[in-house]
Every structure is written in C-alpha cells, then in structure tokens.
C-alpha cells in the first residue's frame, strides 16, 4: 500500500476535516470517498428491492403452478396438503432468491455473512430470546393500539389470511406449525438478519439494524403485520448482532410464531373462548423478558459498531442514498399496492388519513432525491432521475387506488 493509499483510508476512518477539504479543493467540491460510499449504499438497497421483488413475483408464479396444476383440488380441500404446499412453496419465493443473492456476493461480503455458529454463551442466549420475545409481545400489544386507533378513524386493515383454517389432528398440527413457525424462522433470518444486514453493518450497527427492519416489515406486505415486523426486526437484528449468531433470532423468530400459531388455533377452534389466558401469558413474557433484558445489558460485552466511513456525518444521505433505490421505492409501493387491496374505508375520515400517509411518504421520497440531486459532492446519476419520475408515477397509482378502494 503506497502513502496516499494510506492517507485515504486512514481518511475514510477518522473523517479528518483537512482531507476532505482538500479534496472539495481539488476536485471542486466532489468528494470521490463519499461518493464511493453513497455508490455502495445504493447498490445494497438495490440488491435488497430486487430481491424482495423477486420474492414477490416468484410467489406469483409459485400461485400459477399450483392453480393450474392438480395441486390446486389439494390445496384447497386438504388443510394438511395446504400447509404442506404452502411450507415447500417459501423455499422457492422466500429462501432461493436471498440464496442467490449470498452465493453471488463479494467474498468480503459473504464473509460478514457468515454467523451460523451457535452463541458462545448459552445462558446469553437464552437471556436474550427471553428478551426478545419480550419485543415481540410489545410489539404486539403496539400494533394492536395501532389497529384499533386507525379503525376508529375509518381504516380497516386486512391480512388476507383471516379465513385460515385451523388444523385437526396431530399431523395437521405439526405441517401447521412448521409452514408458520419453522419455515419463516429459518428462511426470513437467512434472508434478512444474514444476507441483507451484515454488508450493511460497515455503515452502524443501529443503521444496518433499521435499515433491514425496514425492508422486513415491506416485505410482509400488509399494515396488519408491517409495523409489528418492523419492531420485531430491530429486536432481531439487535439481538443478532450481540450474540454473533444468527440462531438467537431464529429461536427468537421461531418461538413468537409458534405462540401466534397456538393462539390462533385455539381461538378460530374455540371463538367464544376467553382471552385472558393470552394476556396472562403475554404479561408473564414481558416481566421476565424485562429483566432478562437488564442481565443481558449487564453481562454481555459486544458493542455495536458505529459507522467509520465518512457517511457517519451524513446520516440523511446515508438513509437517502439507500432507501431511494429505485428497486427498493418498487417494493415499498408493492407493499403499499398489497396492503391498500386489503382495506376497507368506513368513512372519510379513514380516506383522508391514507391520502396523509402516501403524501408523507411521497414528501419523504422526493425531497431525499432532489437532496442527492443537488449535493455536488457525489457524481450524478440518471438512476437519480429515475427513481424522483419512478417516485411520482407510483404515487399518482397509490393515490388513485386510495380513491378506488374509498369508492
């Protein structure tokens, strides 16, 4: 390594101010380390939409097989069959696309990626499960408030899985538990907490953690689920991170499902029941996830890392220079599209709160890209271009569906 090597990484670490001054002097206010990294970001955020869309069209095709193959009389008339199908068709629209996406990574990437050894400390780990379930159950608890305040004010989200029938018998049971809760743990964790978070992580720890919890909670595709994904991935990413392992998320990932599994089970078996034994478990989870937490604080050593790269004073940038893909804007408005085609407006109130919540999030979109637009001191791009036109064109539809689905 020569000695202006050495002056810019060592640059590129500690952010010194006479660097960089130096290079706004030479190069008239471009700074070539900030935008190598803006360059960076926005290539991982187009990685993580392209994926997610790929997840998206591949369920498509996975749907078309199935319909018009014998398949379907199976998949429609056996709950076995349908959880069977259901739990072999996530390898194909959840795990090989995240898998294509780790074999063809950068080695230094693929490096990163690789946390599949089991936590060094058992009883961290199970402190940290039993903490993380304790997010789970706030998540929750959260996104129940949510659900409740929006219906009041006139929106009806949906899951689409309302009418799932509850399983009967053992065999039932178990494909049951393994196409919600075994499948989705393995899969999802690999996909996010692995393939997406860790190249990630070089820009914060806390970013790489959000940033993927974002990306998470689109992908579920529906406003029943994407604000308690979002909470439940900060937890899983967190959690992640401080164990080194990706099986603390798993288990984290596995037990919440097989809880929701259990309950929504027993209640579509049994309408009328009582719910108080979910909320005593609930309340007991979150007591002892509590103070798991605290000895958890107390006892483990790892630190998150913060960003070493010049995009730690830029954060708006970082944020905007990732999120602003066009691939990713595509899978945001995907899960917006999915979400709205499961809603039901009761009043204008409810029409008048959607349209707020695309123009906040148009607002959001476009003044990040007119920002990297303006900035002169990354190169600009005509995928910069693309994603402002892209951006105005998916709001005109979502705001167009807002009306439909009023109407």
């Not at 690789?114 to 199970?126: A, D, T, W």
Request: glycine content about 6%.
């Amino acid at each position: 390594m020569d000695g202006n090597e050495y002056t810019m990484n060592y640059a590129d670490q500690t952010g010194s101010h006479n660097y960089y001054q130096n290079l706004y002097n030479m190069f008239g206010g471009h700074n070539p380390l900030l935008d190598k990294h803006f360059a960076e970001l926005r290539r991982l955020g187009f990685i993580a939409g392209s994926v997610m869309l790929i997840c998206v069209i591949m369920q498509t095709v996975v749907m078309l097989v199935i319909r018009f193959t014998p398949l379907m009389s199976l998949y429609q008339a056996d709950t076995f069959y349908f959880h069977a199908i259901g739990a072999v068709a996530q390898v194909f629209y959840t795990f090989l696309p995240f898998l294509l996406i780790y074999i063809i990574s950068k080695p230094s990437e693929k490096k990163q990626m690789n946390i599949f050894e089991l936590p060094k400390s058992k009883e961290l780990f199970l402190l940290a499960v039993c903490a993380g379930l304790m997010f789970c159950m706030l998540g929750n608890t959260a996104t129940s408030f949510f659900s409740v305040l929006i219906t009041i004010l006139g929106v009806e989200f949906g899951s689409g899985m309302e009418d799932l029938a509850a399983p009967s018998g053992m065999l039932e049971t178990l494909i049951y538990v393994i196409n919600f809760a075994v499948v989705p743990a393995l899969f999802e964790e690999f996909a996010f907490r692995c393939v997406i978070l860790q190249p990630l992580r070089k820009y914060g720890d806390w970013f790489a953690i959000v940033a993927t919890s974002f990306c998470f909670a689109i992908l579920h595709g529906n406003m029943v689920q994407i604000p308690f994904a979002f909470i439940v991935g900060v937890a899983l990413g967190y959690f992640c991170i401080k164990t080194k392992s990706i099986w603390t998320s798993v288990a984290i990932h596995f037990l919440n499902n097989l809880i929701s599994v259990i309950f929504n089970s027993y209640f579509t078996k049994n309408p009328d029941a009582s719910a108080f034994p979910y909320y005593v478990l609930t309340s007991a989870i979150i007591f002892v996830g509590a103070i798991a937490m605290v000895i958890f604080k107390l006892n483990c050593s790892v630190k998150l890392k913060k960003d070493a790269t010049v995009m730690a004073k830029n954060k708006t940038l970082k944020r905007a220079a990732y999120i602003t893909s066009p691939a990713l804007i595509l899978a945001l408005y995907n899960a917006i599209n999915n979400s709205l085609s499961l809603t039901r407006l009761t009043g204008a109130v409810g029409t008048l709160v959607l349209l707020a919540a695309c123009i906040v999030i148009l607002y959001l979109l476009v003044k990040w890209i007119l920002m990297i637009r303006k900035d002169t001191r990354i190169k600009p791009r005509k995928i910069n271009t693309a994603a402002l036109v892209l951006t105005w064109i998916l709001s005109a539809l979502t705001i167009i569906m807002v009306f439909g689905v009023a109407g």
